[in-house]
């Protein structure tokens, strides 16, 4: 399957690889079994969602599209959002090669995982799981907690 146009998966990657290479490099909280890799980007209402693996953290990413709801947001603020599983609160961020996004926190720091692909297919049940209804996801907790899912 090939990616749209327009899909930010690269440019996402190619932010927080120089995150990971620079000032996340060596730090305690980093997995070194994982990289950073941007899993299973698509559209969804006018945004971007996708999950962002990385060694510090694996969360929810939201990049505007075409959404008039998108706010950028300070680091400390939230936003909502709605998906058919549940709703979930979204802290802001801002990176050059990216721009404005925000992000919902799944695991920090992923201790937990073993190896990258372990990661990258939780990543993937996640993404499956945020476009379930409701009552397919044992709660709002558990999903954020990837309790849906067991890793590596």
Do not use: K
């Not at 490099?25 to 070194?32: D, R, V």
């Not at 603020?77 to 979930?88: D, I, K, L, N």
Request: charged share 15%.
């Amino acid at each position: 399957m090939s990616a749209e146009p327009d899909d930010p998966s690269t440019a996402v990657e190619a932010a927080f690889g120089r995150l990971a290479a620079g000032p996340m490099a060596g730090l305690p909280l980093n997995n070194p079994g994982l990289r950073v890799e941007a899993v299973g980007f698509r559209r969804w209402e006018g945004l971007w969602v996708g999950v962002l693996v990385s060694p510090w953290t694996i969360s929810l990413l939201l990049l505007p599209s075409r959404c008039p709801d998108f706010r950028t947001l300070a680091g400390d603020s939230t936003q909502t959002w709605t998906f058919p599983s549940g709703r979930y609160a979204f802290r802001g961020g801002l990176i050059t090669e990216v721009g404005a996004y925000q992000s919902c926190s799944l695991f920090s720091p992923p201790s937990e995982f073993t190896d990258h692909s372990a990661a990258r297919a939780t990543a993937q049940a996640v993404m499956a799981a945020l476009f379930q209804d409701g009552a397919a996801v044992h709660s709002r907790r558990d999903f954020l907690r990837g309790q849906f899912v067991r890793p590596g």
